[in-house]
C-alpha cells in the first residue's frame, strides 16, 4: 500500500480507539521508512516487516503509551495493509513464511486500494467515531457541561473546554 494508505488507516483506528494519531501515523510509515534510510542493509519488505518482530517490540513497550502507540501503528496501520497484498508480510524472517489476509486482493496504488481505505476512512470517522478508549467501555469524548453540573470541574476548566469535542 501507498503511504497515504496506511496513513489514513491508522488515523481511523486512533480516532476510534483514542490512540494518539501522532504516534499512530509514524507507526504507519515506520517500516518503509527505516528502509528508505538504510536501503543496503533491508530488503523491501524483508525483516522491517517482520510481524514477530515488531510483536515483540510491542509487549517490550507496551507501559509507554506513546512509543506503544507508535508500534500499534506498525503493527495495524502498517503490516495489516500490507498483508492484505499479493506478496504479504515475513511473520518472522524474510525467507520464511509470509501472511496474507483475504487472498492477497489489493495491489499497491490500486483502485481498490483506494476503494479499501475510502470505505475504512467513513467506517470510523463517520459511522463509529471516537466511541470506546481500550479497556473501560468509557466514552473517550467528554461532555464538559454534565462535567461541569456534576461539579467534577470548575467554571474556569468549563469555560476553557467547552468547545473542544476530544
Known sequence: MIWASHMAVASGVAYVTGLNPVAMNLGAVFPDLIEYLYPKILTHRGL???VSIHGVILI???NIPYVRDVWIGVLIGHLFCDALTPSGVPLST????RAVLFGGKLRT??????IFVVVFSIFCFALVG?????GSGRI???DWGILYDERVIDQKEYRENRFNFL
Not at 524474510?94 to 513464511?97: D, L, S
Not at 471516537?130 to 481500550?134: G, T
Open 48 to 50: 522491517s516487516h517482520s
Open 60 to 62: 517490550l513497550v507496551w
Open 94 to 97: 524474510e525467507k520464511g513464511i
Open 109 to 114: 496504488g490500486s483502485m481498490p486500494e483506494l
Open 130 to 134: 471516537p466511541k470506546f478508549r481500550p
Open 140 to 142: 473517550v469524548t467528554r
